[in-house]
């Protein structure tokens, strides 16, 4: 079982734009939830992009996420993006995108 949450802050510096925002979404038919921090907008690109991959792989979150972070890894305009995000299914979980995608985080374990 996993559980993703948010708080639902949308921030501007030290100003609360919106405090109820929707930062958990599934993704992949529903096999997959994830859950973003930072730039709303640049989170938005990120899980357009894994919803990309995981149409490629479909059953497969690891490799959609390793195919996500090569093209973060070699496109400039993904490196820039001010967001990071947090995806699961029942097997596994990953942030996406990182910077080390071939060594699994030790914080998963």
């Known amino acids: 079982m996993v559980a993703i949450g948010g ?22 038919g529903g096999a997959v939830i994830g859950g ?6 640049d989170a938005f690109t990120l899980f ?5 991959k995981l149409e490629q792989y479909p059953g497969q979150l ?3 996420a390793v195919e996500l972070a090569k093209d973060w890894r070699t496109d400039r305009y993904l490196r820039r993006l001010e967001a990071m995000m947090i995806v ?7 942030p996406a995108p990182a910077t080390s995608w071939s060594r699994k985080p030790a914080w998963l374990g």
């Open 88 to 94: 699961a299914d029942n097997r596994s979980s990953s």
């Open 36 to 41: 973003f921090a930072g730039a709303t907008a």
């Open 48 to 52: 357009e992009r894994l919803e990309s």
């Open 7 to 28: 708080d639902g802050q949308v921030s501007v510096g030290q100003t609360i734009i919106k405090a109820n925002a929707k930062k958990v979404r599934r993704l992949g």
């Open 62 to 64: 690891t490799r959609a």
